[in-house]
C-alpha cells in the first residue's frame, strides 16, 4: 500500500541554525500538508499546497517557515533560524483530488538545543 | 473555527474489556479521521469516517453527523492498543482540526 515517507526521523540542531524536513508524499496526491506536534499537546495545522502554492497557512506559519516542492516526489519544510519552542514532531500529510481523507507520514522529532 | 472535543480525556483498561471513545465537533464536516498515536509518536490512521459505521477487526467508528459525534468502539483491548486516539475533521477548506486526545492505557 503506498504510504507517505519522511526524513529524517529525528533531527537534533543548535538554535538559530535552518532545517529543511523532507517528506515524499503519496505519488499521486495532489494537495500536501505540514502539521506540527508539540509534546504533550494536538496536532496543529502549519500549512497546505497545492498547484505548487500555499493555499492556507496557520498563524504559526510565520516568516521562519517555507515549503516548497522541488521536483516531482518531494515535499519540503525549512525553518530558517530554528528557536526552542520550535522543538515538536512535524507531520507531512497528502491527499487525492476528490477525497477529504488525509495519509499522514510517521514524523520528524525535531529537537532545537 | 471549529471546536473538537475528546472524551474521557484519559482512560485505563484491564486486557480485555472493552471501551467507547466519543469526539463531539461543534459544526457540520466534510472529514472525519480518528487516529492512533503510537508510544514511537506515530500517527497510524484508523478510520475515514465523515458518516456511516465501519469497522476493521476489534475497533469500530460511527459517526452521526447530524448530531455532530463520532464514536470508536474498541473491543478486547490488548495492550499494544496504548497510546493516544486523536479525532480530526476539516470543516471547510482542507485543514484537518484535531481534538485534544483520548490517552489509553491497557494493562495486562
Known amino acids: 500500500e503506498p504510504e507517505v515517507t519522511q526524513t529524517p526521523s529525528h533531527q537534533v540542531t543548535q538554535m538559530g541554525q535552518e532545517v529543511i524536513l523532507r517528506c515524499v508524499p503519496i505519488?499521486?496526491?495532489?494537495?500536501f500538508y505540514w502539521y506540527r506536534q508539540i509534546l504533550g499537546q494536538k496536532v496543529e495545522f502549519l500549512v497546505s499546497?497545492?498547484?505548487?502554492?500555499?493555499?492556507?497557512k496557520s498563524e504559526i506559519f510565520d516568516d521562519q517557515f517555507s515549503v516548497e516542492r522541488p521536483d516531482g516526489s518531494n515535499f519540503t519544510l525549512k525553518i530558517r533560524s530554528t528557536k526552542l519552542e520550535d522543538s515538536a514532531m512535524y507531520f507531512c500529510?497528502?491527499?487525492?483530488?476528490?477525497?477529504?481523507?488525509?495519509?499522514f507520514g510517521p514524523g520528524t522529532r525535531l529537537t532545537v538545543t | 473555527g471549529i471546536q473538537v472535543e475528546q472524551s474521557p480525556p484519559d482512560l485505563i483498561l484491564q486486557e480485555g474489556a472493552n471501551s467507547t471513545l466519543r469526539c463531539n465537533f461543534s459544526?457540520?464536516?466534510?472529514?472525519l479521521q480518528w487516529f492512533h498515536q503510537n508510544p514511537w509518536g506515530q500517527l497510524i490512521n484508523l478510520f475515514y469516517?465523515?458518516?456511516g459505521t465501519k469497522q476493521n477487526g476489534r475497533l469500530s467508528a460511527t459517526t452521526v453527523a447530524t448530531e455532530r459525534y463520532s464514536l470508536l468502539y474498541i473491543s478486547s483491548s490488548q495492550t499494544t492498543d496504548s497510546g493516544v486516539y486523536f479525532c480530526?475533521?476539516?470543516?471547510?477548506?482542507?485543514?484537518?482540526?484535531f481534538g485534544a486526545g483520548t490517552i489509553l492505557r491497557v494493562k495486562s
Open positions: 500529510a497528502s491527499k487525492n483530488q476528490g477525497s477529504y481523507e488525509q495519509y
Open positions: 505519488s499521486n496526491h495532489l494537495y
Open positions: 499546497f497545492y498547484n505548487n502554492e500555499i493555499s492556507e
Open positions: 459544526d457540520s464536516v466534510n472529514n
Open positions: 469516517i465523515p458518516s
Open positions: 480530526a475533521v476539516v470543516e471547510y477548506g482542507n485543514k484537518l482540526v
